[in-house]
């Protein structure tokens, strides 16, 4: 597609469930960026890659949070043993960005729509 | 550490009436600055940026930022909004040393007839 899409949009869970919430970034996209956005809160930074490699996991928030993007395309964030604070909007991201760049980190992100999860 | 402040969680405003919505942000290295709009039901879209040069940036549907360094602040307006605004806006801060973009707690613009 021509977009960031992600799934499921939608998301319920029980407390102590696992959860996989799926990224497919704009084609060719070198940088993916995960965020968790709490009901009327901006985007919190949550990890990011550069093609397969995370270069940056500093805002995941405990050990039960994970993310891989294994061949440098679609990226999957796991969430193990689910609690109610983990209720948010998981936001996917993805940039072009080329080695070519002189200032890569200038580039548009463009967003996904978004993975609501709810967890009862 | 790097942060971003935006002031007004609300903005109620009258269509035709201009608008402001506040940013300020902390940060010890050069950085770049981002405004985000999110209309209902979509994804987050780009709506200006700055990254070097001259301090105003404006975007293609008449809104327009002012880079103030010595004010650490990069204000959002518009001289006369429409209803088509109503949204939710993000100021974002980017820099050379670091990959991601940190976002403000977003501001709510509503237009009223």
């Known amino acids: 597609g021509a977009g960031v899409s992600q799934s499921p949009r939608y998301k319920v869970a029980k407390r102590g469930q696992d959860v996989a919430l799926r990224c497919d970034p704009i084609?060719?996209?070198?940088?993916l960026f995960w965020y968790q956005q709490a009901l009327g809160q901006g985007p919190e930074f949550l990890t990011y890659?550069?093609?397969?490699?995370?270069?940056?996991k500093s805002g995941l928030p405990s050990d039960r949070f994970f993310a891989e993007r294994p061949e440098g395309s679609v990226s999957t964030l796991k969430i193990q043993r689910t609690q109610q604070e983990d209720s948010a909007v998981y936001l996917c991201?993805?940039?072009?960005?080329?080695?070519?760049?002189?200032?890569?980190?200038?580039?548009?992100?463009?967003f996904g729509e978004g993975s609501r999860l709810t967890v009862l | 550490a790097q942060s971003v402040t935006q002031l007004d969680s609300q903005v109620p405003v009258f269509e035709e009436a201009p608008v402001e919505l506040r940013c300020n942000y902390s940060?010890?290295?050069?950085?770049?600055l981002f405004w985000y709009v999110q209309y209902p039901n979509q994804g987050l879209q780009l709506l200006l940026k700055?990254?070097?040069?001259?301090?105003l940036v404006e975007s293609i549907n008449g809104f327009e930022a002012e880079f103030n360094k010595s004010q650490t602040s990069f204000h959002l307006r518009k001289p006369s909004v429409h209803i088509s605004d109503t949204a939710e806006y993000f100021c974002?801060?980017?820099?050379?040393?670091?990959?991601?973009?940190?976002f403000g707690q977003g501001t709510t613009l509503q237009v009223k007839p």
């Open positions: 700055y990254l070097s040069g001259s301090t």
């Open positions: 890659f550069q093609n397969e490699a995370q270069l940056d």
């Open positions: 974002a801060l980017g820099s050379s040393n670091t990959g991601k973009l940190i």
């Open positions: 991201a993805s940039r072009l960005q080329t080695f070519r760049d002189r200032a890569p980190n200038t580039g548009e992100l463009f």
């Open positions: 084609s060719g996209h070198v940088s």
């Open positions: 940060s010890s290295v050069s950085v770049y």
